[in-house]
């Protein structure tokens, strides 16, 4: 069984979830015990070569991908990434902060995409062999904050950001189902606030984990 601490981080795109990942690796690390490993951020998709490669093909605006292969595509992703990294990270005892796993795919493709939660949640089990967060961190922002932030970035948006409205509120109302369905899990903060807010309202809910 793994001995490290797997902490998630989940909400729409502009929640902030970079920044809060960003403000955690340093915080973790600095508490960590003497000799203790040093925490490892990852990402989603991504975070090893192949799964990398597969984020360049899900997020291209050029590429026409069907919801199904979707949902796929971002299973495979973390299929690599679980085998390759995450799976001996976790044995070595290091905490790991990983930007999006499979909550992500409940609400973007589960939910937002019509392909039913439960399905793309079977495909996912599969995908990690069952590994589950020992805490997830949902940032909630309403869909207009989340565009307003991704506005202000000043790069192009990717495909998925470019879907509507209504996408992203099928998203927004997914997630908030899934965190009432395992609150011991997955804790929800408002993001609406400031970064650093955030980063203490974070930091408290993970308290209990070390």
Sequence with gaps: MPSGKLITIEGLDGAGKTTLAQGLIRELGARMKPGAPPPELLREPGGVELSERIRELVKDPAMRVGARAE???????????????????????????????????????????????????????LATGG??????????????????????????????????????????????ELAGAEPRRIRTIDAEQASQAVLAAALAELEDLF
């Excluded at 997830?136 to 922002?141: A, D, G, N, S, Y």
């Excluded at 309403?142 to 565009?147: A, D, E, V």
């Excluded at 991704?150 to 950001?161: A, H, I, K, T, Y």
């Excluded at 409205?165 to 997630?175: E, G, K, L, V």
Aim: proline share 4%; no cysteine; hydrophobic share 45%.
């Design 71 to 125: 949902a796929l595509l971002y299973a495979a992703a973390r299929a690599q990434l679980v085998e390759e990294l995450l799976t001996p990270l976790l044995a070595a005892g290091t905490t790991v902060l990983l930007d999006r796993f499979v909550d992500s795919s409940l609400a973007y493709q589960g939910a937002a995409r019509g392909l039913g939660i439960e399905a793309v949640r079977a495909i996912n089990a």
């Design 131 to 176: 590994l589950t967060p020992d805490r997830t961190l949902l940032l909630r922002v309403s869909p207009g904050t989340g565009r307003e932030r991704q506005s202000e970035r000043g790069r192009e948006p990717d495909r998925l950001e470019r879907e509507g409205n209504d996408f992203f509120a099928a998203i927004a109302s997914a997630y908030d």
